[in-house]
Nanobody, 132 residues
Framework: QPQLVESGGGLVQPGGSLRLSCVGSGFTLDYYAIGWFRQAPGKAREGLSCKSTVGTGTYYADAVKGRFTISHDGAKNTVYLQMHNLNLDDSAVYFC?????????????????????????WGQGAQVTVTA
């Protein structure tokens, strides 16, 4: 059973940086869609960045474009989200997610891929709080 364990959340001042990590077990990160989502209190879960491990396209939501970077390390079975220039609106619980591309996701554009209902395996969530 695939599992994801997140780390790296915390408290940061506006303008600061954090890197979230998401370590996977029970699978090999070779043919997967990977994504990062977040959910603030009272708001829907939003897709921040998604890509496949075999494709070249990457999606970033407008709110994070130019500030966040998604990456993965197949040897470590780990997905990362590097976040720079954080602001108050970035405060939320952040979730990593994966889904095998064998479930009909191969070849889908990254922007279309980045919907929560495309992903069935989720991390436990990491709280990111940006506060002055």
């Amino acid at each position: 059973q695939p599992q994801l364990v997140e780390s790296g959340g915390g408290l940061v001042q506006p303008g600061g940086s954090l890197r979230l990590s998401c370590v996977g077990s029970g699978f090999t990160l070779d043919y997967y869609a990977i994504g990062w989502f977040r959910q603030a209190p009272g708001k829907a879960r939003e897709g921040l960045s998604c890509k496949s491990t075999v494709g070249t396209g990457t999606y970033y939501a407008d709110a994070v474009k130019g500030r966040f970077t998604i990456s993965h390390d197949g040897a470590k079975n780990t997905v990362y989200l590097q976040m720079h220039n954080l602001n108050l609106d970035d405060s939320a619980v952040y979730f990593c997610a994966i889904q095998t591309l064998e479930d009909g996701l191969h070849g889908i554009a990254a922007a279309t891929l980045c919907r929560a209902d495309h992903f069935h395996t989720w991390g436990q969530g990491a709280q990111v709080t940006v506060t002055a």
